[in-house]
């Protein structure tokens, strides 16, 4: 069955960084387009950036332009998110998502708290 597992979560200090990792099973890595979305307390879940299957071809929401970088490894089935210049708005539960054979797949989520 198709499983994702997000990692890399934690607190850390407004301007810090973390690297999440999200590692698929179940499905041909290398042929799904990988996501990331957040959900802060009390809003809604949003798209925060996703990658295609030939990994050039990204999408950042404009929140997080110039500061979070995704990326694919096929090798290892994993996909990553490099957060730089975190703000405390960025808190939130960070998934992972995939859709294989016209249904979405999401990981149980990792939490990033952003504070001093």
């Known amino acids: 069955q198709v499983q994702l597992v997000e990692s890399g979560g934690g607190l850390v200090q407004p301007g810090g960084s973390l690297r999440l990792s999200c590692a698929g099973s179940g499905f041909t890595f290398s042929a799904n387009a990988m996501s990331w979305h957040r959900q802060a307390p009390g809003k809604e879940r949003e798209l925060v950036a996703s990658?295609?299957?030939?990994?050039?071809?990204?999408i950042y929401v404009d929140s997080v332009k110039g500061r979070f970088t995704i990326s694919r490894d096929n090798a290892k089935n994993t996909v990553y998110l490099q957060m730089n210049a975190l703000k405390p708005e960025d808190t939130a539960v960070y998934y992972c998502?995939?859709?294989?054979?016209?249904?979405?797949?999401w990981g149980p989520g990792t939490q990033v708290t952003v504070s001093s």
């Open positions: 998502k995939t859709k294989y054979l016209w249904r979405d797949y």
């Open positions: 990658i295609s299957t030939a990994e050039t071809g990204t």
